[in-house]
């Protein structure tokens, strides 16, 4: 194993210092791993809270700012936070106006912000959770009961967050933030294994000329391992799966995102292809993202995320956000 740590049992630690260093619009309690805004809540503002394990960077800390997230809660490397440190988040950004938990798909996400919720209840603050389960790879797996959470989590963030931002209340962000997972379908493609600091060594093997079809964010297995193809025909695995699920014609948001190991010429050479598919099955893609948004560690390979737009999503995914991974508008 090869990183750049000082210890495996430091490494989220010491890695939220480093935040709390970089980006002084941030405010970083390294002791009970929470991240929120600087200056505290917005009063009559709902709060957006999300979380997960570490080692999804810029999932989720990345996504804190303006026009998206009020706090994230960052766990161990693939391990999800602990319900007090979700509660300390929803605490944090509690502006009188109730809190939206984002919540991706796996059983102990899921599990820890119920609880957090029912602490938070106790104590005045209503707490509505939306569970996003956009990944059409596999049905369940080792992690999680149902559809796994991956790329719509950021497209969620998003616009849930602007709605936010604009003073809608709870119910409407809730409802913003299902639609947008209702319509939104993910698969992703893993050309290596990562290494789980902890364990010090990948987590799965591949051949060098294999590729995992379906993989999980966590190196979880997929639907299948093939011989590795050309670019347009991994492409057209992962879309040819979405299109199963989800009609991709009208206007579309795709995001072309890498795992953490992936060169960014590769994942602008695969947005061509998956732009070239979907235009020729009816669709258009009017918004796009393409890069490292939610990782898995030093994982190559790649996921696509496609989301049929509507104009009041279009407009909400165009207004302004201003947070350490994501900026425009301001």
Partial sequence: MKKLINSPE??????????AAAHPSLSVDVENKVITRAGGPTPGKVGLVSGGGSGHEPLHGGFVGYGMLDAACPGEVFTSPVPDQMLVATQAVNGGAGVLHVVKNYTGDVLNFKMAAEMAGDEGIEVVPVVIN????VEDSHYTAGRRGTGATVFVEKIAGALAEQGAGLAAV???AREVNERSRSFGVALSSCVVPAAGKPTFELGEAEAE??????????????????????????LDAIRADLPVGGDLLV?????G??????????????????????????????????????????????????????????????????????
């Fill in 174 to 176: 809730a409802a913003a």
């Fill in 10 to 19: 430091t490494v989220v630690t010491e890695a939220l210092e480093g935040v």
């Fill in 213 to 238: 079809l379906g993989i999980g964010i966590h190196g979880e297995p997929g639907r299948t391992r093939a011989a590795l193809t050309p670019a347009r025909e991994l492409a057209a695995v992962a």
């Fill in 255 to 259: 995001m072309v995102n890498g795992m």
């Fill in 134 to 137: 956009d990944d059409v790879a």
């Fill in 261 to 330: 190991g992936t060169p960014l010429i590769e994942l602008y050479l695969m947005f061509n292809e998956v732009r070239k598919y979907l235009e020729g099955h009816g669709g258009h893609v009017v918004r796009n993202l393409v890069g490292n948004y939610i990782t898995s560690l030093e994982m190559q390979g790649f996921s696509v995320t496609v989301c049929q737009l509507s104009d009041t999503l279009t407009g909400l995914w165009d207004a302004p956000v201003d947070t350490p991974a994501l900026r425009w508008g301001r």
